[in-house]
């Protein structure tokens, strides 16, 4: 059908928009919703329905909603203030509240179908093609399969299904399919690749639940719908002491394994992939792959990514909070200049982030992170407990908290949040970071025995910075074995010849207690490391 408003054309089986005859590029899932409102012109559509026909019924933040409406205005020269043609209904829906005529109900010629699967892929759909997806990942959590002989235990069996779902939904960068078409599945055999083209996901979650006696069973695996091949299974043995508890638990560590696997996946198929044509949520993957590498290099090409991302699509948050992040880092570890210009800007990245979506744990955290930076502790510390607060199972947020208390001196609680995250998330790209930052912490509060466990432990994950051996030199030089430390930093200069006492204060720019700043440097002048 196509129609007519005002000196607007919409065709809404060619998927495309012009204005006095010149066509205006547009984002297909744009189109969609605005084909949506107008044909339905007569009344309210409300939110539920937006999500069930643009997005097919996931999961989206109000953020997603707000940032396609906020496109399609924008295609009609409308916005927020003078709701010209797109009006919102507060809390409610929308009403398209132009004028639309139907210009000419000739048929015409629908696209081929692996083109039109490829046009309605949306948010995290995946077309039907194969090709690459553009858009963000999208993941249906099937409900775990009860395998108890007491049909009594399906209600635990559900429970666990509904936990996921509802903290895997925390992770704002991820499109969870909503549980009521998940449990459609239930009891149900199916077919992967009919389930991936009816939900139009890229990733399927299932497992199984058995109790014996007083012990439960839970087992999950993360499967690709693409490839049909599993990316992650665990286990999980628990006693029955508190069901709710053990739920609760379950959940939470599941949910927290998960995450970083499916971003491990998502960063490998771009890489793999390499679309000509890159799409902003591509360069998303492809600049985290480069930030996770965690080298001065990748950092640079991180950050340039970054900024593609947001010229791309300026109403991507990801893209500008991820940058002020590895901004932080490339001052922290590598050359990025340490300017409180450059301080400003990473503040201001994020500050654009949350205005984007300020219910999203992740920029929360990371805006922690670069008030960290700035010294700004207090801030930091109530930044990453909002962040908790949105998505506990987040590990990351459990260890920029577990940063912002030991730079407080609040050692004993920064430890048992180290802990949490490392417990919560043993396969993150970043735990070599949590054993880091904590034998850091262990070395501010004297326990140096342990700062060594940690950094060794630290030491053994390829993709560690140079800061774990310098802790480890530390450490061993402030406990008295001195000749060890002198190995350590050894071999530590000779990796990386411009290390030295006055290098390290430039780089701790973030400690604020000279107490502990101090206590560092005795540390490495002990152990041989040149001023």
Request: a negative charge.
């Amino acid at each position: 059908m196509r129609y007519r408003f005002d000196d607007f054309t919409l065709d809404t089986q060619r998927f495309e928009l012009a204005r006095a005859g010149a066509a205006i590029h547009a984002e297909p899932q744009v189109i969609e919703l605005l084909a949506l409102l107008v044909e339905n012109s007569h009344r309210m559509v409300s939110k539920d329905e937006i999500n069930e026909k643009v997005w097919r019924g996931r999961v989206v933040s109000e953020a997603a909603l707000s940032s396609r409406i906020k496109m399609a205005r924008q295609l009609l020269d409308d916005d927020g203030s003078t709701q010209r043609y797109i009006r919102t209904i507060h809390k409610r829906g929308f009403r398209f509240v132009g004028e639309p005529e139907i210009a000419d109900d000739t048929p015409v010629p629908m696209p081929a179908p692996a083109a039109a699967e490829s046009m309605l892929a949306g948010d995290g759909a995946v077309a039907g093609s194969g090709a690459g997806m553009s858009d963000r990942p999208s993941v249906a959590v099937l409900p775990l399969v009860n395998l108890s002989q007491d049909p009594a235990q399906e209600y635990f069996a559900d429970g666990v299904t509904t936990d996921i779902i509802s903290r895997l939904s925390r992770y704002r960068w991820l499109d969870v399919v909503a549980r009521n078409t998940a449990f459609g599945y239930k009891g149900k055999s199916f077919d992967l690749r009919e389930l991936r083209a009816a939900l139009a996901v890229a990733y399927v979650v299932e497992g199984t639940v058995q109790r014996g006696g007083a012990r439960v069973r839970v087992s999950v695996q993360l499967i690709d719908a693409r490839s049909g091949h599993s990316r992650w299974s665990e286990r999980y043995n628990r006693g029955l002491d508190d069901l709710f508890e053990l739920q609760d638990e379950i959940a939470e560590t599941i949910v927290a394994r998960l995450e970083p696997e499916i971003g491990f996946a998502e960063r490998n198929r771009v890489v793999h992939a390499r679309p000509a044509n890159l799409q902003a949520w591509d360069c998303y993957h492809l600049a985290t792959f480069h930030f996770f590498k965690f080298t001065g290099p990748d950092n640079v090409e991180a950050q340039r990514l970054l900024l593609q991302c947001q010229q791309m699509d300026p109403l991507m948050g990801d893209a500008h909070a991820w940058w002020a992040y590895a901004a932080i880092l490339g001052m922290v570890y590598w050359d990025t200049p340490v300017t409180q210009q450059r301080l400003d800007a990473a503040l201001q990245a994020c500050e654009t982030a949350l205005l984007l979506d300020p219910q999203n744990a992740t920029f929360l955290a990371l805006r922690a992170r670069v008030r960290l930076a700035r010294r700004e502790y207090d801030m930091a510390i109530a930044d990453n407990e909002q962040a908790l607060q949105l998505n506990p199972s987040f590990a990351a947020a459990h260890c920029g908290l577990a940063d912002s208390l030991a730079y407080e001196t609040r050692y004993d609680e920064a430890i048992v949040c180290f802990e949490k995250a490392i417990a919560l998330s043993p396969n993150d790209p970043q735990v070599w970071a949590f054993l880091t930052y904590g034998a850091l912490t262990q070395i501010f509060k004297g326990d140096y025995d342990r700062a060594i466990e940690w950094a060794e432990r630290a030491s053994g994950i390829p993709n560690c910075q140079y800061w774990t051996a310098s802790h480890k030199a530390v450490a061993l030089a402030l406990v008295g074995r001195v000749d060890e430390a002198r190995v350590a930093a050894a071999t530590l200069t000779t990796r990386m010849p411009e290390f030295s006492c006055a290098f390290v204060r430039e780089k701790l720019f973030y400690l604020k207690d000279p107490q502990q700043i101090e206590r560092y440097i005795d540390g490495l002048r002990t152990a041989g490391v040149r001023e």
